[in-house]
């Protein structure tokens, strides 16, 4: 392999991007590699190019191999979103960064970027994106033809994300380049070049839920006094989960969906998965995903049905077993990942027993909490304590 292999960004705007010195680099070498579009900028080089289409692991098999002076064309800065980093870490590589996109399209706007968070849904799915912008003062994003800044704004505004403005920038530095500001609304009904970045501003203040969401909060089934995890045993019980913000999450008996819902808004970088039997209680569940600006993925199934579609977990949480417990803690324990943990709430002593013998038997350590909680209740002009039903949060753990 040459030790010689460099990759060169470059803008929209073709050889006007570059530095003279990346150009005399360009026509020095003896191989050109880049997209189709990148390529098309330098019709008089003299020696081979090669067009990287897909699958970037034969690109590194073929470089290792490669003895020739090799120039690689990558889009703005190659270590942003890009294919650098990838490369960097295969092959021995020189990095000469043009400007991001991300870098001209606030130059554009005329605002600081260095507190703005930065999301790529390029050839990425928008699942989850909801709880990763709910909040944020300002946010960029990489689109593509599938996620286009109108599909953007129509999944913002499902989730009532009114009180962010947007910023578009199409082909930056190119012929076709053009900036423009929307509402969400305008933005959904407008069409967009291919080649654009999305900067999102928010406006006016949305609204702000903490740790802990009170219980009526929720859409939820009625009149059974609302079949939900009780904020008090929520909270203990999220906490037991020691989720970190990348963490994979399974919620199995979601119902309202609020174990799910502040497990997303925890894991904001991570995924959630959640499975519930009764269909009543998914429509509710979606509800409560609207409006606490939460995106998983639900399945409608009765466990351990369905779960082998989700991926393995760092957490699970069990809210209800629908009588399966032997056979849906096995198959929890089976896939659970290194160092994570199940917790499960049951009210019974003999669920408790159950699920006890049933761990142990997997070989996972466990710690039981008895919670019993008591809430204040006026009563004339004094106040009593009513007590909720005592609950076993069981907690299992695998080194």
């Not at 030790?3 to 073709?14: A, E, P, V």
């Not at 470089?63 to 980093?85: M, Q």
């Not at 909060?217 to 009625?222: A, G």
């Not at 779960?307 to 209800?320: K, M, R, T, Y």
Request: with cysteine; proline share 4%; hydrophobic share 40%.
């Amino acid at each position: 392999m040459s030790s010689t292999i460099k990759m060169i960004g470059i803008g929209d705007n073709g050889k006007d991007s570059l530095l003279p010195l990346y150009e005399e680099m360009i026509y020095d070498s003896e191989l050109l590699i880049g997209g189709e579009r990148q390529l098309a900028f330098f019709p008089d080089y003299q020696g081979e190019k090669s067009i990287i289409k897909s699958g970037l692991t034969k690109l590194v098999n073929e470089l290792k191999e490669e003895t020739r002076r090799t120039v690689i064309l990558a889009s703005g800065d190659p270590l942003f979103y890009g294919i650098g980093s990838y490369l960097a870490s295969k092959i021995n590589v020189e990095i000469y960064p043009y400007l991001s996109s991300i870098q001209l399209a606030f130059a554009k706007m005329g605002e600081r970027w260095q507190d703005a968070k930065f999301i790529s849904v390029h050839g990425r799915p928008m699942k989850g994106l909801a709880q990763k912008i709910d909040g944020e003062e300002k946010v960029a994003l990489l689109t593509d033809e599938e996620n286009s800044p109108a599909k953007i704004a129509k999944y913002l505004l499902n989730y009532g994300m009114t009180e962010y403005s947007a910023f578009v920038t199409e082909h930056l530095s190119g012929e076709k380049e053009r900036c423009r500001y929307f509402t969400l609304e305008e933005m959904a009904n407008e069409q967009f070049l291919p080649l654009n970045v999305v900067i999102l501003k928010r406006v006016s203040e949305g609204p702000t839920w903490s740790f802990g969401i009170d219980d009526q909060e929720f859409f939820q089934r009625k009149p059974d006094k609302g079949l939900i995890t009780k904020k008090e045993i929520r909270t203990l019980s999220l906490s037991a989960l020691k989720l970190k913000k990348t963490s994979i999450v399974w919620d199995i008996g979601t119902c309202t969906g609020s174990v799910a819902i502040e497990a997303a808004r925890i894991a904001k970088e991570g995924e959630v998965y959640a499975i519930e039997k009764n269909e009543h209680d998914i429509v509710n569940c979606y509800e409560n995903m609207k409006k606490f600006r939460t995106d998983f993925t639900v399945v409608h199934n009765k466990a351990p049905g369905g779960l082998e579609e989700f991926p393995n977990p760092d957490a699970i949480f069990i809210g209800g077993t629908a009588g399966n417990i032997d056979e849906i803690l096995d198959i929890c324990c089976s896939r659970l990942k290194p160092n994570g943990r199940i917790v499960l709430n049951v009210v019974t002593i003999e669920n408790l027993m159950q699920t006890v013998h049933a761990f142990k038997k997997n070989q996972f350590q466990v710690d039981i909490t008895l919670a019993q909680v008591s809430k204040s209740k006026p009563i004339l002009d004094l106040t009593r304590f009513e007590a909720l039903n005592p609950i076993y949060i069981i907690t299992a753990s695998k080194d």
